[in-house]
T-cell receptor, first 119, second 114 residues
Framework: AQTVTQSQPEMSVQEAETVTLSCTYD???????LFWYKQPPSRQMILVIR??????QNATENRFSVNFQKAAKSFSLKISDSQLGDTAMYFC????????????????FGKGTKLSVIP | SAVISQKPSRDICQRGTSLTIQCQVD?????MFWYRQQPGQSLTLIAT?????????ESGFVIDKFPISRPNLTFSTLTVSNMSPEDSSIYLC???????????FGQGTRLTVV
């Protein structure tokens, strides 16, 4: 079974600074996908960025980028120029190469990191 | 990305009653998913709903407690039956992305059982 670990329950960062959120995972799969989701107080889960395991290049979406270390099974999220609107829970998530079991969608989430951006 | 409308956004219910949560998608999707997020916790998959077939439930979740309907390719409902305070959670529906990989979520239903 896959597991996703986020070791930082809470973090804070000054506005306009850079912060890195950590995520490690465990899997025996060679091909898979990793995601970072953001959940602000509104509860809406928003996809921030995704990474395909077969791609060596780190994904980037505007101020958000990842450091994907496949051998180390590490997938950290860097937020540059932090903004007040970045305040949210951030969840790291994993999915294998195909739906496993009898049509079951095995998207596995970490426990989340609560990020606070301080003015 | 898909636009997902989930209703109600929140509700306070008496124990022993049932609540049906609706999820409407702006495009046809094969698979819809229901998650539970207990207070301060991560998301746990309840079940996967395919149109025209019975939902597939994850370990620890049963159809009698969480019946699901999927009458067409754009709509699904989750019912939380015979509620107890332990059912107080956020319930989220999601759909697969266009490439069949990532999931997109509705805005969630915050359920409080008193």
């Amino acid at each position: 079974a896959q597991t996703v670990t986020q070791s930082q329950p809470e973090m804070s960062v000054q506005e306009a600074e850079t912060v890195t959120l950590s995520c490690t995972y465990d899997t025996s799969e060679s091909n898979y996908y990793l995601f970072w989701y953001k959940q602000p107080p509104s509860r809406q889960m928003i996809l921030v960025i995704r990474q395909e395991a077969y791609k060596q290049q780190n994904a980037t979406e505007n101020r958000f980028s990842v450091n994907f270390q496949k051998a180390a099974k590490s997938f950290s999220l860097k937020i540059s120029d932090s903004q007040l609107g970045d305040t949210a829970m951030y969840f790291c998530a994993f999915i294998g190469p195909a739906y496993s079991g009898a049509g079951s969608y095995q998207l596995t989430f970490g426990k989340g990191t609560k990020l606070s951006v301080i003015p | 990305s898909a636009v997902i409308s989930q209703k109600p956004s929140r509700d306070i219910c008496q124990r022993g009653t049932s609540l049906t949560i609706q999820c409407q998608v702006d495009s046809q999707v094969t698979m819809m998913f229901w998650y539970r997020q207990q207070p301060g916790q991560s998301l746990t998959l309840i079940a996967t709903a395919n149109q025209g077939s019975e939902a597939t439930y994850e370990s620890g979740f049963v159809i009698d407690k969480f019946p699901i309907s999927r009458p067409n390719l754009t709509f699904s409902t989750l019912t939380v039956s015979n509620m107890s305070p332990e059912d107080s959670s956020i319930y989220l529906c999601s759909v697969e992305g266009r490439e069949g990989v990532e999931a997109f979520f509705g805005q969630g239903t915050r359920l409080t059982v008193v």
